[in-house]
């Protein structure tokens, strides 16, 4: 207990020391609260509230993502509102607007351009999105690439669309420029696959999920046969744009078996963009909606679990809140505490151990301040008791004078008991008041001694008038 209480009067007699300090230097204490301002208006604590997220047509995968991740932003306290659009190309076009206030969005990175790329950064890839090559078989046979299309009819996706754009390059490597064959016909997606099946078209390419109902029905129809890209290895080696996926036998039905072999898929993924101006923390919250919507999903396909998000695509230069992310995920905070404050907190660290670096040492001169005030207070209370002291070494003081000197001492006596003695500092206190009482007594002595002897000087004066 006496170590406690030590311990508290260390602490109140530093706090003392810390008070009196900045009482005495006003000035140095507005230039570190404006220092604090700045500061805190360089991080941005506070994000902005809305996000407007740009997905494709009501019901399409991306729609239906977007609402799953904004259930749990809306539980953050974020405001989100799922847009409709055309697609990839559209909201690469509202992104990259300064005008507009969309500011996140799902697209393809093989479908922005360069002026764009300042304008945007991505958080990374959320699934993937595999090029499916529909063909009839009754009237192509068996086919192992996709050159073999090009003298058949083929159903593209609609213009303009970030899908046709991609099949575009896929068939350009080939050496085939799809707008110069009118054999190529963009369409919307419900339209082609209608054509493919009343046999109007020989072929399809659509880009989206698995679980997409055109997708299910396709893959069941025994008159329709996916292509297996034969050279989907290489294409994710080339193109930073490309992975592979392969769709196992039997994992649509298993009886009888759909597909009946293992089919290989080139596929680009959905990089979910922002707007450069997002406050960090509000991509951070997208980054852990993400993630838990990875962790927590039931249809999980081609993906892992927890393999989203992941910046995959390197089309669109990476926010540095998601390269943060991705080396050392989530603050450990956001666990505890809002992502807003987690965020903040994450970012303040480089500052807070800064400037910890510059105040522990002022913290340590600060520990002496007191100390050093005390001995400032005692040094003219030494130099006055040394003045008295050389004046007691005079011969013939008068009372006047030694009545002097007492009041002196007295005024010495009442300004040290006036301030307080800061912690370690007593003995030093006590010799003051030793030193101011030593030299009382040698004044009463001296001053008694002077009485008498003028007691005495008196009395043989009269003995001899005697």
Known sequence: MNAI?????????????????????????FLALICLLLIVFFLAPFPDRSVNFLTAHTGSDWYRYAEKGSRYLESQGLKVDVW?????????EKLSDPTSSAN???????????????????LGSVDYQPVWIF?????????EDLHDLAKFRVALPPLPSGSYAIS???????????TSHSNFIPDESVKSVNKLLANEVDALIVITAVEEPVIQKLLRDPNITLLNFKYAAGFATKHDSFEMVTLPAGSIEISPPIPAHDTNLVATTTSLVVKKTMHPDTQLALLIATREMSRNSRSLFFEKRLEFPAYIDPQIPISPVAAKFYDSGPPTLSHYVPIWLAGFLSRAWVFVLTLFAIIYPLTKINLRIRKFQFILRERPHYEELLKIEHRLTRTNLTAAEYAEFLVTLDKINADAIKHGVPIGKEESYFSLLGSINLLRLKIERLRNNENNNENTSSSSINGRLT
């Open 5 to 29: 209480r030590y311990l508290k009067s260390v602490v109140a007699d530093e706090f003392s020391a810390i008070v009196l300090f900045y009482r005495e230097s006003k000035q140095l204490v």
């Open 84 to 92: 409709t659009t055309q697609g990839s190309v559209e909201n690469l």
């Open 104 to 122: 996140a969005g799902f697209v393809y990175g093989m479908n922005v351009i360069k002026k764009q790329r300042a304008e945007i950064q991505s």
């Open 168 to 178: 575009k390059y896929l068939f350009k490597q080939y050496h085939i420029d799809i």
């Open 135 to 143: 063909y009839r078989k009754d009237k192509i046979g068996n086919i």
